[in-house]
């Protein structure tokens, strides 16, 4: 992984110079392109190409599956995350998982992440059908947990299992 050298980084005059927006149709080559991306960085995994666009479309033809945010600037996506859903029986409501998390290189520590979280949390407030918010993190990304925890997010009393058939 290659890291932007900090002097690199350009520096915005706030949060102001991003929109965030549901993401569209359009979105979908630069959705395809910050998950290959965040494969390559996270897990050193290089994705099937075919098999990501046809899964980030997948979520555009059913909205049961989820949804896509994008952070916008000068035009262009320039972070995304999606959001799928699990039934609490619980609670009544759905949990909304945050997932796919991806901020360009170069607009990392300007807030964008802090915009989708705020955006997201505006809409769990206001739709009584929504009990939380929810999301997982490797457990050596401490930067990632850290980002987590200032927002106001704990960690839980659960650990995650998967079995999964395929290897990505």
């Excluded at 992984?1 to 706030?14: A, H, P, Y």
């Excluded at 960085?41 to 945010?69: C, M, N, R, S």
């Excluded at 994008?70 to 409501?93: F, P, Q, Y």
Aim: hydrophobic residues 40%.
């Amino acid at each position: 992984m290659t890291v932007l050298d900090l002097n690199q980084r350009r520096k915005f005059d706030s949060v102001s110079d991003f929109s965030v927006r549901d993401a569209t149709r359009e979105d979908i080559l630069e959705i395809v392109r910050f998950n290959a991306a965040m494969a390559r960085e996270t897990e050193d995994l290089d994705l099937e190409p075919i098999k990501l666009k046809e899964g980030v479309q997948a979520v555009f033809e059913d909205p049961l599956k989820g949804f896509y945010l994008v952070v916008e600037h000068a035009g262009k996506a320039r972070a995304c995350l999606m959001i799928t859903t699990e039934w609490s029986d619980w609670r009544n409501g759905h949990f909304w998982w945050i997932q796919s998390v991806y901020v360009e290189k170069e607009y990392r520590n300007q807030g964008l992440f802090k915009a989708l979280y705020r955006y997201l949390l505006d809409r769990v407030e206001s739709n009584s059908a929504i009990a939380g918010l929810r999301l997982y993190v490797e457990k050596e990304n401490i930067l990632a947990q850290q980002t987590y925890e200032k927002l106001g997010m704990h960690k839980t009393d659960y650990f995650l299992y998967e079995y999964s058939k395929t290897k990505v």
